[in-house]
């Protein structure tokens, strides 16, 4: 199948440090290339890619995300999508909603993943207005908001199954510059970005109150930098309390694997949570609270524990490391592989693509 798979253009596919949309893409598309077909991925220049690299632009914006220049670079990328859009069996949108005019005029079929929040009031007019583009989700959950949206199906992210090493931590996964090795199953990991909904505060409550190291891998957002500085950073100051910054796929394994449990105490409707299977995948449970997607990615009391308030929080993660780290890997590889997810796209893709076929031979027949 001729496949155009299209990213956003705020990071490369694969993204160097935090992504997740840009991350998925790539799982997806080399996947998709492994499994033998004929993939054009629409992304920054600087992407890594075995498909066609179709770029409108050399480099990410993310650090020079202008609002104008965003959309100038994005539309440009529209219109090479339009140009070539008679090569294609199948064109697969990872770019939220400003495609949707387009998409409503290609004449081949064609999904949108949808990768964020839906629990915005304002996007109620925009997706009963485009009702008849073809969604697909990451969670059951996110669709919540919008259940009369035309959901074709959801599938769950997935990893390769060699990008994380299993570590049942008979020994430690070694880490250049920094203490993740040394320190092997005596400490919890967070991981994400410094925001109000992601609660790294809770993250530090309970580390304090366990007695036990935290570690945050974290990207603060210019639009987080008050929240950051106001009410983060004066809990950075304890010495169980050590803030990494951000990091990337090399450091994102000792850094997860050696962790003795994941912290994911979210304070919003999470559609997925990518970091959930990166843990599961290095072998290590999680304490989550029971927002979004939460309930569909961790077995509570198998592959984590899933709470609803601090109290409940602080007494799972203190038994967390009774958990099977071997059922953890067992889990990720059978439901959250990045073969499992290209199939359950490649499915998906055929689906509408016999959709669309059986449309315009019954216009055809009625045109006769």
């Not at 798979?5 to 799982?27: L, N």
């Not at 387009?102 to 304002?122: C, F, K, M, W, Y």
């Not at 008979?170 to 919890?188: H, K, Q, V």
């Not at 304490?287 to 602080?314: K, M, W």
Request: a negative charge.
């Amino acid at each position: 199948m001729r496949i155009a798979q299209v990213a956003p253009i705020f990071e490369r596919v694969p993204p160097k440090a935090y992504g997740g949309t840009e991350r998925v893409v790539s799982y997806l598309t080399e996947e998709l290339v492994r499994q033998g077909h004929e993939v054009t991925l629409f992304a920054t220049g600087d992407s890594l890619t075995e498909a066609r690299l179709v770029a409108p632009i050399a480099q990410s914006r993310r650090f020079n995300a202008q609002q104008q220049e965003w959309l100038m670079y994005q539309t440009i990328m529209m219109d090479q999508l339009s140009a070539r859009a008679h090569e294609f069996d199948f064109v697969h949108f990872h770019t939220d909603y400003m495609h949707f005019p387009l998409a409503n005029s290609l004449s081949i079929p064609h999904l949108t993943t949808i990768h964020g929040r839906l629990d915005l009031p304002e996007l109620v007019p925009l997706y009963h207005y485009f009702d008849a583009i073809p969604l697909c989700s990451i969670s059951r959950n996110q669709r919540q908001p919008l259940p009369h949206a035309n959901w074709q199906g959801t599938v769950y992210h997935g990893l390769p199954q060699d990008l994380y090493a299993f570590n049942p931590q008979e020994g430690a996964i070694p880490a250049a510059g920094n203490d993740f090795a040394s320190r092997c199953g005596e400490y919890f990991a967070f991981i994400g970005r410094i925001s109000p909904e992601k609660r790294v505060d809770r993250a530090i409550e309970i580390a304090l109150a366990c007695d036990m190291p935290l570690m945050i891998a974290a990207k603060v957002d210019h639009a987080d930098q008050e929240y950051f500085e106001q009410t983060i950073q004066p809990l950075l100051n304890h010495p169980l309390i050590t803030f990494v910054g951000e990091v990337g796929d090399t450091d994102k394994q000792a850094f997860l694997g050696n962790a003795c449990a994941l912290l994911f105490p979210i304070d919003w409707p999470e559609p997925f949570g990518l970091v959930l299977i990166e843990a599961l995948s290095c072998g290590t449970p999680i304490v989550a609270y029971r927002h979004g997607s939460v309930p569909e990615i961790v077995d509570d009391g198998v592959t984590g524990f899933i709470v609803d308030n601090q109290e409940q929080a602080i007494a799972a993660a203190r038994r967390v490391t009774s958990l099977d780290r071997n059922t953890c890997r067992a889990t990720f590889e059978r439901r959250f592989s990045a073969t499992r997810m290209a199939s359950d796209y490649v499915k998906l893709y055929e689906q509408l693509q016999l959709g669309r076929d059986a449309a315009r031979a019954g216009s055809a027949r009625a045109c006769h």
